[in-house]
Every structure is written in C-alpha cells, then in structure tokens.
T-cell receptor, first 110, second 112 residues
Framework: KAGVTQTPRYLIKTRGQQVTLSCSPI?????VSWYQQTPGQGLQFLFEYFSETQRNKGNFPGRFSGRQFSNSRSEMNVSTLELGDSALYLC?????????FGPGTRLTVL | EDKVVQSPLSLVVHEGDTVTLNCSYE??????LLWYKQEKKAPTFLFMLTSSGIEKKSGRLSSILDKKELSSILNITATQTGDSAIYLCVVNYGGSQGNLIFGKGTKLSVKP
C-alpha cells in the first residue's frame, strides 16, 4: 500500500507570494492533518480534515488555510508569505489512532 | 491545560549503552500514546500504546504505558549510531475522533 505523498518536495517563494501544498493520504484514510516544523518551535499542529470538513485547528493565523477533497486528498494554502513561514510542512493521514507522515514539503521564503 | 512533557530534552550516549526516554502527559479523556522516531525527514511510527502495563517490543526498542502514573517510557538497548534521532511522544485524547498533542521530543545522539 502506498504511503502518504506530498508535493512538491521543495519550494522556494518570496515574501508576499502565496503557496499551495498538496497531500495524498494512504488509501482508505479519511483523516488528514497538517503540521509545521521549524527548528525553533518544533512540530506544531496546523489543522485536521476529516471527510472534507475541518475538524480541528491549531493556533495559526488566517493566512494558513486548507481543504480536503472527496477523494481525501488535501491541500494547504499559505497566503502573503512571510520569512517566518520557512519550514518543513508535514502531512499525516490516520486511521483510528495511528498516524502516518508524508515526507514533507520544505518551503523556503526569501 | 493539556500537555505532554518529554525528558530528557537531549541525551548523548555511546554505542552499546541502554537508554530510557520518558514521556508524561496530562490530558482529558486519554485515548492512546504514540512514539515516533524523527531523523532528517518525516517522523516514522514506532509504537502505539493504549493499555497499561503491556510492553510493546520491536527489535532493540520497547515501550510501556503506565496509565496510573500518566507516563510512558521508550527503551533502546545496545544503542547504535543509527539510533541518533529525535524521539517524539504524541498523545491522542479528547472527543469522538480525538486530538493530538506532541511532546517537544528527546534528541538522542549515539557516539561511536
């Protein structure tokens, strides 16, 4: 069974731009969560989607948004990028209580 | 406030040593505790613990949950340099589908 996939793997943007990241969960998994990982803040929860609905949301500004499609694939969007948004963005899909992470998208904001 | 605390934050050992990593939690409606290993990439799943006192084992790694003490330990025996990583403790708690709270991790460095 294929694992969680994320695209793109690496991305370079400039301040003020917007970016969309994509995540395809493991087949059969309906829950998709997004995390931001930075050296200073560690792993922080962004939001979780289940059956196309946002079920949980972390403490991030409204520039961070997401959605989930009927096939459980999810996208995360960040608008008006700031330098501090440079991070590894991880997507995880889950079934019951077990979570599996994708390889992440490394975003660099210049 | 719900929280997960891992200790120590960092640890340096030599190959062959045995290490014990700790995770304690304070959450409402605990569901499960998960351990992950993270190197220079996404975390990889190690164990999920739901029942107190039952040890889970995988090779040189083992883990056990103590619901009375609200804690878990992760043991690594005969450590190798490849065990160097950040070990994350994650607790699933709360409502019908649960929420996740991450510990800050323990950074383990194994010296040759």
């Amino acid at each position: 069974k294929a694992g969680v996939t994320q695209t793109p793997r690496y991305l370079i943007k400039t301040r003020g731009q917007q970016v969309t990241l994509s995540c395809s969960p493991i087949s059969g998994h309906r829950s998709v969560s997004w995390y931001q990982q930075t050296p200073g803040q560690g792993l922080q929860f962004l939001f979780e989607y289940f059956s196309e609905t946002q079920r949980n949301k972390g403490n991030f500004p409204g520039r961070f948004s997401g959605r989930q499609f009927s096939n459980s694939r999810s996208e995360m969007n960040v608008s008006t990028l700031e330098l501090g948004d440079s991070a590894l963005y991880l997507c995880a899909s889950s079934l019951m209580n077990e979570q599996f992470f994708g390889p992440g998208t490394r975003l660099t904001v210049l | 406030e719900d929280k997960v605390v891992q200790s120590p934050l960092s640890l340096v050992v030599h190959e062959g040593d045995t290490v014990t990593l700790n995770c304690s939690y304070e959450v409402t409606n605990f569901r499960s505790l998960l351990w992950y290993k993270q190197e220079k990439k996404a975390p990889t799943f190690l164990f999920m613990l739901t029942s107190s006192g039952i040890e889970k084992k995988s090779g040189r790694l083992s883990s056990i949950l103590d619901k009375k003490e609200l804690s878990s330990i992760l043991n690594i025996t005969a450590t190798q340099t490849g065990d160097s990583a950040i070990y994350l403790c994650v607790v699933n708690y709360g409502g019908s589908q649960g929420n996740l709270i991450f510990g800050k991790g323990t950074k383990l460095s194994v010296k040759p």
